[in-house]
């Protein structure tokens, strides 16, 4: 049975950081890729980062490219996710989920409708 498991959020001030963390359960991160997502009140839910399993290609949106960065441990099955910098636009609840493929598509991995599997998320506040 595949599960993903979110941890690490929580209230943070402008220019701080915070680590989240996704464990997996039911499939191993070298055979599926892993998505983050993130939803604000009132917002659609947005792609994050895509890692595929199949080349290690990390695919960034545009909105956190230098500032967040993702990592797996294939020993402990958790992916983390390190925001850096962070700003009251970050403000969501982050979820991670896997499209039950090992690719990360070019063209789609920021669409919520390619992935299978989700997390129940973890909150994320930036606030002064």
């Known amino acids: 049975q595949v599960q993903l498991v979110e941890s690490g959020g929580g209230l943070v001030r402008p220019g701080e950081s915070l680590r989240l963390s996704c464990t997996v359960s039911g499939f191993t991160l070298d055979a599926y890729a892993i998505g983050w997502f993130r939803q604000a009140p009132g917002k659609e839910r947005e792609g994050v980062v895509c890692?595929?399993?199949?080349?290690?290609?990390?695919l960034y949106s545009d909105s956190v490219k230098g500032r967040f960065t993702i990592t797996r441990d294939g020993f402990k099955n958790t992916v983390s996710l390190l925001m850096n910098n962070l700003q009251p636009e970050d403000t969501a609840l982050y979820y991670c989920a896997t499209p039950n493929y090992m690719y990360c598509s070019d063209y789609a991995w920021t669409s919520p409708s390619v992935y299978d599997y989700w997390g129940q998320g973890t909150q994320v506040t930036v606030s002064s």
């Open positions: 890692f595929s399993a199949a080349d290690g290609a990390k």
